[in-house]
C-alpha cells in the first residue's frame, strides 16, 4: 500500500477530494471564457448543424447509402488475391514471411550510414539552435521570394499550362486517358515477341554484369581506334 502511495497511484482520499475539485473548477472556468465559439459561430464554420430530426435522419440515410455503394463495388478477395493485395496465408508461412521482413529490415539498419558519414555527405546537420532558426528563415525567405515571382493563374491558362475544367470536363477527359491506356496495353507486344527482336533479355545478375563489361571494353577500343580530328577535316566529316 505504501508502495502505491510513493508512486501516485494510491491517493489519500482528502487529497483525491481536492484534485478532483480543482479539475472541477478549471473546467468550469474555461467553460465561461470569452475565448469560446458560440453555437452560432460553430454553425458559421459547418461544426454545429441545428437540423430538424426530418433533416437529421435523412442525411443519415443518404450517407448509409453511399456507404453500402461503396461496399458493393468494392473488389472481392479473389481479385485481391490476384492483385497481390491479400494474401491467403497459414500461420506458418505468414509468420515466415514476417522474420525474413525483420531480417531484411535489420540488415537494412545494420548497412545504414553513421551520423559522422551523414555529416561529412552534408545530409544531417549539426546546428545551434540560432544557427538552425537563421537558416530556416533564409530558406522561407527564398520561398516567400519565389511565391511572389510565380506566374498568375491567368498568365498559365493562356499558355495552356493550367486549364480550368468544369469536374465533368475533367471526368471526360480521364476517362479518355484511361481508354486510351487500356488500349496501348492490349496492343503492346508480349514477352515472347520482345525476346525474338532483342528488347527483352532474360539474363542473370551475373551474365548482365559480363555483358555490361563486354560493351564497355568494345567501346573503350572503338574510341581509341578512331581517326583524329585533322584527318576527318581533311575528309570534309568534321568542320571546323
Known sequence: MAELKDQGI?????????????????????????????????????????????AASLEKNIKTDALKKNLNQRSSITELQDQ???????????????????????????ARSSITELK???????????????????????VENAL?????VTELTDQGVYVDKTPVAASLEKNI??????NAIEKRP??????????????????AELEKNMT???LGKSL??????????GKGVLQK
Open 10 to 54: 494510491l491517493k489519500d482520499p482528502k487529497a483525491a477530494e481536492l484534485e478532483k475539485n480543482i479539475v472541477t473548477d478549471n473546467l468550469k472556468k474555461n467553460l465561461t471564457k470569452k475565448g469560446r465559439a458560440s453555437i452560432t459561430e460553430l454553425q458559421d464554420q459547418g461544426i454545429h448543424r441545428d437540423q430538424t430530426p426530418v
Open 84 to 110: 497481390g493485395i491479400h494474401k491467403d496465408q497459414t500461420p506458418v508461412a505468414a509468420s515466415l514471411e514476417k522474420n525474413i521482413k525483420t531480417d531484411s529490415l535489420k540488415k537494412n539498419l545494420g
Open 120 to 142: 561529412d555527405q552534408g545530409i544531417h546537420k549539426d546546428q545551434t539552435p540560432t544557427a538552425a532558426a537563421l537558416e530556416k528563415k533564409i530558406i522561407t525567405h527564398r
Open 148 to 152: 511572389e515571382g510565380r506566374r498568375s
Open 177 to 182: 486517358t484511361t481508354h486510351k491506356v487500356q
Open 190 to 207: 508480349d514477352i515472347d515477341d520482345l525476346k525474338n527482336q532483342g528488347i527483352f533479355k532474360n539474363q542473370t545478375p551475373v551474365s
Open 216 to 218: 564497355k571494353d568494345q
Open 224 to 233: 581509341k581506334d578512331r581517326p583524329p580530328a585533322s584527318e576527318l577535316e
